[in-house]
């Protein structure tokens, strides 16, 4: 059993900007079974055309509400994340537990998941396409004002099922697991409410003889200038 307590210096009281998830009536707080309701309601943004890092995206009136608030294409990669799976998403980014069982359900590991994870690195997260012959990896960026916390303690997003409604009435919008310092960790974020996020194009790639992505800083620099500065020309288009 996990405590919420034993990381009482991480909570966030004020949850006042999570307009788009309703309070929950009747002064039983969150539970499992409203958690999910709301769930199967809420996905991530997505740019609709599967549109990628590294072009210009100055019309993108979704990316300017999302980039435009930060102040230096560093602190955009610091709120980029990705996504792998082996198969293809349509639209935004849900909770595993919003998808039948015939349909991955986030974790990877065939138990119900009320979250989304994510991974800080590209290549682990073209790890996780399973049993697929070919995956797709999304980047996806985090909003600025995203509520994270960290339990290096947790090494598997199903360990927060037990504490999800403490978290949810705490206005906690994600958790990084695990040590990410260790050099053979997944850097995961594992995401409660899939509102703070943005899902962008993402690319595909052949499970068998994999490439090895690299951290695309040069394509989030292109980014950021494409929304902050529109006239700047873009160097490395993907």
């Not at 990669?77 to 198969?87: I, L, Q, R, S």
């Not at 800080?120 to 790890?127: E, F, I, P, T, V």
């Not at 697929?132 to 997003?157: C, E, H, N, Q, T």
């Amino acid at each position: 059993m996990i405590y919420l307590s034993k990381y009482k210096d991480f909570i966030i009281e004020d949850v006042s900007y999570r307009w788009n998830i309703p309070k929950p009536r009747g002064g039983t707080g969150y539970t499992m079974d409203k958690i999910h309701k709301y769930l199967k309601s809420l996905s991530s943004s997505d740019t609709r055309r599967e549109l990628k890092i590294g072009e210009d995206y100055s019309q993108s009136r979704m990316l300017k509400r999302f980039v435009s608030v930060f102040n230096s294409p560093e602190e955009l990669a610091d709120h980029m994340y990705f996504h792998g799976t082996g198969g293809y998403v349509s639209g935004g980014l849900k909770a595993g537990s919003t998808f039948n069982e015939k349909h991955p359900r986030s974790g990877g590991y065939d138990q119900i998941q009320h979250s989304v994870s994510l991974s800080k690195n590209k290549n682990q997260a073209s790890n996780f396409s399973g049993i697929s012959r070919s995956g797709i990896v999304y980047p996806v960026i985090l909003k600025k004002d995203s509520k994270i916390i960290s339990m290096p303690d947790i090494s598997d997003a199903t360990e927060l099922e037990d504490i999800l409604p403490d978290l949810w009435s705490k206005g906690i919008d994600g958790v990084k697991i695990g040590n990410w310092g260790d050099w053979a960790s997944e850097q995961e974020l594992v995401v409660l409410n899939p509102y703070c996020l943005l899902k962008m194009g993402g690319e595909h790639f052949s499970v068998f003889h994999k490439k090895k992505f690299e951290q695309p800083m040069e394509e989030i620099k292109n980014l950021y200038d494409s929304i902050k500065n529109p006239n700047t020309e873009l160097k490395n288009n993907i």
